[in-house]
């Protein structure tokens, strides 16, 4: 679900940029009363999970169509809603910047879509409800599926109103709704699935963190190694091979729009800020596509070799890897950063 700049007008894409500027802003002053030494990592770990894990596009059966985790609700689950709204804000920045996966002008509704809702909405008004102060396997189960399914129907909503509003795309408000929303159940109900799986992996291994991130409170004096290291693991072997089995059908946005106006791709303006950030993320871009770069002689090609599945692929593993250390790197500096502040306070 992650938006093109070709959807978005300056003005829906700059005032997406400053609300998502303005919660990052917001969450950094939050984190920094209960942020401790323990949740730095796990911060880093997480983020690079999340990353690996979004590569991997998981089939819909009988739609033609594909989805991938958005892991906003793992994130809030495991470390309360403002580390996870900058964990995910990291993920998304290393994906637009270095591997061309939504555009830049688009990086703020792509943060506010996948990031507000999980975090702000779906987590506090239904997981928490849900689950409670006594987690079992089950309050788990029904709180993470229903908060994922909610949290991905309001950033598909999201994502069809910034594009109506801005008016350059000629997707009509009804048809692109009547695709984006149903698609987006289904993807959401395995994002529920997934997230149950792993929160009820830590929440075994260490129920102390399920603890702390609800109540907002600092980390007591308890051991998360044996979790960091099932996550760290988790993150190497998905995005190093387990990407190459993903689908290769078109994501639940893509195909929504192929359904509305016959393509999966709409043409970007070649003048303005859309051409500046585009030669921006041309330049930044260091594995466009999770990949290596396309030589002249493969770009110029008129026939190219049918992808065979799974598409085992050095440049593919080498994204995953990169990626997730980028973001795990990344978010640990947030983390480190906002220690030091409050440090020095």
């Known amino acids: 679900m992650h938006m093109a700049d070709a959807l978005l007008s ?25 942020l401790d030494d323990r949740k730095i990592p ?17 089939t819909i059966p009988a739609t033609g ?77 029904i709180g993470a599926t229903l908060a994922g399914i909610v949290g991905l129907q309001l950033g598909a909503l ?18 692109f709704l009547s695709v984006m929303l149903p698609i987006h159940l289904a993807i959401g109900l395995v994002e529920g699935l997934v997230t149950t799986a792993v929160v009820t992996f830590v929440w075994k291994a260490r129920p102390e963190i399920l603890d702390i991130s609800s109540q907002a409170e600092a980390a007591g004096k308890f051991s998360i190694k044996n979790v960091l290291a099932g996550l760290g693991i988790a993150a190497v072997i998905t995005g190093g091979a387990l990407s190459w089995f993903a689908s290769s059908s078109p994501d639940g946005l893509e195909w929504s729009m192929f359904r509305v106006s016959g393509s999966e791709e709409l043409e970007t303006p070649r003048d303005g800020i859309h051409h500046v950030l585009a030669s921006l993320q041309e330049k930044t871009s ?30 593919t593993s080498t994204s995953g890897l990169v990626g997730g250390g980028l973001t795990l790197v990344l978010a640990a500096f947030i983390g480190m950063l906002f220690k030091r502040r409050k440090q020095e306070r």
Do not use: R
């Open 65 to 141: 169509s594909s989805g991938h985790l958005g892991g906003g609700m793992i994130l809030a689950i495991l470390l309360g809603p403002y580390a996870a709204f900058l964990t995910i804000a990291s993920v998304l920045t290393v994906q637009a910047l270095f591997f061309a996966d939504g555009g830049l002008l688009a990086l703020g509704c792509n943060i506010f879509n996948l990031g507000v809702f999980p975090c702000f909405i779906a987590y506090p008004l239904i997981y928490k409800p849900i689950v409670g102060n006594n987690p079992t396997p089950m309050k788990i189960g």
């Open 42 to 58: 796990l911060m880093g770990v997480l983020g690079a999970f999340i990353f690996a894990a979004q590569m991997i596009n998981f």
């Open 10 to 34: 300056p003005a829906v894409g700059g005032t997406m940029w400053v609300a998502t500027a303005s919660t990052i802003a917001f969450c950094a002053k939050k984190i920094q009363m209960n």
């Open 286 to 315: 260091i594995l466009p596509d999770y990949g290596f770069k396309a030589t002249e002689t493969e770009e110029t090609a008129s026939e190219k070799p049918a992808s065979s599945w799974p598409a085992v692929d050095a440049g």
């Open 158 to 175: 999201g994502v069809v109103v910034e594009t109506v509003l801005s008016g350059i795309s000629e997707l009509p408000l009804s048809s």
